[in-house]
C-alpha cells in the first residue's frame, strides 16, 4: 500500500463522488435506492482523512435532474465542482447560473437505454452546443460497445466530453473492444478524457484496459477517481483500495502525478 505521505502517490483531486440524502426525491425506477444518506460534510471528511483536497461531484441517475442538492454543496464547499443530470431543453441562462455555482459538467446518463437518446436531434444538439460554448463537458455514462455510434456525434457539437468508468469495457473483447478503440480514436481528436474508476463494479478488464489507455494515449487525457460512496457495494470496497488499485495499475509515480493531480486541476479548476 502507497503511504498517503508520497506525493506522487496521493490523489488532489477524486473526480467522480457522488452525495445524497434520504430526503431528495428518486426516480421511477431507480437503478439504486440507497437507505442512507452521504452529505457533503460526509464527503469532506473521507476526503480529508485520506488527504484529497479537490473533488468532482458526479450527478447520479437515481435522483434524475434532482440537482438542487450538488448545487447546495458547491456553494458551501469551495472545494468541490460538480456536473448535474438535465434535459436537453434547458436554457442557456440557467447553464450560466449553475456554472457560476461550480458546475463544470453534464452527466450523460445513458446506461441500459435501449435505445439511447437521440442525440441528433435539434434539442440535443441546441444543448450540447451550449455546453461547448461555456466551456462546459459531457461525461457519458454507457456500455463501451455504445461508444462508437455516441462519440463521434457528440465531437460533432464541439463539446467537450469525459468518459465514465474507463469506457465500460467489455470483459471478453478487452483492450481490442470497438468501444476501446473509439476511445482511443476521440482523445487523438483532442477533446476527450476519461475517468479510471469503479474498476470494482468491472472486473480485472478494468486494470487491462486503463493500463492500455495509458500506454496508448499517455496520461494527460486520464483521470482518477473513487466513485465513493460506491453505492450498492459499500460494504465490500474501501476508499483506500481504490487508491490502491490506480497505483498497482500505473506504477510510475511522475504517470500517476498527472492522471491524480495535473489533468484533473486543469480540466475541473483552472
Known sequence: MATMKDAWSTPVVDSHVHVFKTSMPL????????????????LCKKLDDHGVPMAVIAAASPWGDYNDYIIDCLRRFPRLRGTVILQPTTERIVLEQMKRD??????????????????????YRRFLTRLADLDMHVHPHIEGEKLPVLLPLLENCGVKVVIDHVGRPDAK??????????????????RTW????????????????????????????MLWASDCPFIGEEKSVTYQQTIDWL???????????KIYC????????S
Not at 439511447?116 to 435539434?122: E, G, R, S, Y
Not at 476519461?194 to 499517455?218: C, E, I, W
Not at 495535473?262 to 479548476?269: A, E, I, N, Q, S
Open 194 to 221: 476519461v475517468k479510471l474508476s469503479a474498476a470494482y463494479r468491472l472486473g480485472p478488464v478494468a486494470a487491462d484496459v486503463a493500463k492500455h489507455l495509458v500506454a496508448q494515449a499517455g496520461a494527460d487525457r
Open 262 to 269: 495535473d489533468t484533473p486541476l486543469r480540466l475541473y479548476f
Open 27 to 42: 426516480v421511477g425506477t431507480p437503478r439504486h435506492r440507497p437507505t442512507y444518506s452521504f452529505t457533503g460534510e460526509d
Open 173 to 190: 473483447t478487452g483492450i481490442n473492444g470497438e468501444g476501446v478503440k473509439a476511445t482511443l480514436r476521440a482523445i487523438e481528436k483532442g
Open 102 to 123: 461550480g458546475i463544470v459538467g453534464v452527466r450523460l446518463s445513458f446506461l441500459s437505454m435501449n435505445p439511447i437518446p437521440d442525440v441528433t436531434t435539434f434539442e
Open 247 to 257: 497505483n498497482d495499475c500505473i506504477p510510475d509515480p511522475a504517470t500517476r502525478r
